[in-house]
């Protein structure tokens, strides 16, 4: 039996990628290894995003390549494969397979090239008319699994690479989200979370023709789900509609992400975000005036091309007019094909390393005022695993906070895919610490 090794690295998008590529893999006669060394083929699952990301992909494939010794096949998905296509072949000479992810339906036709002695095969195609599901699909928790609505953007950010690497937007049919939707309620998960680079732009191609509020409502309805959630919205598309979905069904999560990138209407004009800073105030404006509370995360970017203090600062006073209750944090790297590249004001790297710790140390303390608040509450938690550790169970409420709990009967209590009450006693920054309700 042929053995294969997958190191996965980004967002839930390529997590959710991984997933298909291992249960294509498995449903072909392979068997899944933790150690390279012990693979006839390993994958390297691949994100464009952060800065450099290439270079690091070169030298984790080199790192491999000494770990594993000779005779492996090597591949590498995703959005550096895609961004860096067949160079890759001539960098890395040992790699078999490149393949970006709309071609991972592709996946047995160009694993039976590489199975026949073919040791240079791409999968390198944007085709705009599918989703890119595939037939098998090997899902990493039993309780929880991801669902992809929408892949690629429209929206040419200029400090984006996903319109090259992932393409345009293409949308799922709703049958299509609603028999998958079904099936995994079936098959006993309780928790769903909706992905795509940009969910909120989601348009049904079918007759029915649902928006993405419709599709929200629809899949809240589904038996046997607990909670729905998704990812990624972006501000230009989100309407007061999928506020209402939220108000009106308690399946859906209490959390809403809803990237800004900077506090600046002179950067967000430069980073080609379609909206202003009061626009964007607007539409949290409804999350924090809905019918129940839903928590706010956030993406920002510090250290854009041209980002002067003024606009740093206003993206400070931001923090503080929403009060997030989280925010993943990043300074600007240029990346391939992106707009971004051609203008002037490029920061030195010194300056936008310390933007990001002021705006990181003024995030963590409003997180852990945040977070406190919740200490003297009892939290419903969909547990996710035990810490040996620390000794204690770790799971997450509604609003996406990571809480961690102890429990009379320690690990003895199999609770990993259960709800439960806990007890909030401790608060820290990125998470809450409690005892089990009894």
Request: net charge neutral; proline share 5%.
């Amino acid at each position: 039996m042929k053995t294969f090794y997958l190191e996965t690295f980004g967002c839930q998008m390529n997590v959710h990628d991984s997933e298909k590529v291992v249960g294509t893999l498995l449903a072909r006669g392979y068997r899944r290894v933790d150690d390279p060394g012990q693979a006839d083929l390993i994958l390297y699952n691949t994100c464009s995003i952060r800065e450099k990301a290439e270079q690091k992909v070169y030298s984790r494939l080199q790192q491999f390549r000494r770990e594993a010794g000779a005779g492996k096949l090597f591949g590498v998905l995703g959005c550096v494969a895609q961004q860096e296509g067949e160079r890759i072949f001539e960098r890395a000479p040992h790699v078999a397979l490149v393949c970006g992810s709309a071609s991972y339906r592709r996946l047995p036709e160009l694993l039976d090239r590489i199975e026949a002695g073919d040791r240079r095969v791409a999968g390198l195609d944007l085709d705009t008319d599918e989703t890119f599901e595939t037939p098998f699909t090997r899902r990493d928790s039993p309780y929880r699994a991801y669902l992809t609505i929408i892949e690629g953007c429209d929206k040419d950010c200029s400090f984006c690479v996903v319109p090259f690497t992932r393409g345009r937007e293409r949308s799922r049919p709703s049958e299509s989200i609603m028999r998958e939707a079904r099936q995994l309620a079936a098959a006993g998960y309780t928790e769903i979370q909706l992905l795509g680079q940009n969910v909120s732009s989601y348009r049904d191609p079918s007759p029915a023709g649902w928006d993405f509020a419709t599709l929200l409502e629809q899949v809240a309805g589904i038996p046997g789900l607990r909670r729905v959630r998704f990812t990624t919205s972006h501000p230009r598309d989100f309407d007061r509609r999928i506020v209402r979905a939220i108000e009106e069904n308690p399946v859906l999560a209490n959390h809403v992400h809803l990237p800004v990138q900077s506090g600046s209407n002179r950067v967000l004009e430069r980073m080609r975000r379609q909206y202003s800073r009061e626009e964007y105030l607007e539409k949290i404006g409804w999350l924090k005036n809905a019918r129940r509370p839903i928590a706010i995360s956030t993406d920002i970017i510090v250290g854009f091309p041209g980002e002067t203090e003024e606009d740093f600062r206003q993206t400070l006073s931001l923090l503080d007019e929403v009060g997030y209750d989280s925010v993943f944090s990043f300074k600007y790297s240029a990346r391939p094909n992106t707009a971004a590249l051609a203008l002037d004001g490029h920061l030195p790297e010194q300056e936008k390393s310390r933007r990001l710790a002021i705006l990181q140390e003024k995030q963590r303390a409003i997180q852990l005022r945040r977070n406190s608040e919740w200490i003297g509450r009892r939290v419903e938690v969909l547990v996710e695993n035990f810490n040996p550790g620390t000794g204690q169970w770790v799971g997450r409420t509604s609003e996406n906070r990571v809480v961690n709990f102890t429990s009379p009967q320690g690990p003895a209590e199999a609770l990993a895919g259960r709800y439960v009450e806990v007890h909030v006693t401790r608060a820290g920054p990125n998470s809450l610490a409690g005892e089990l309700a009894v």
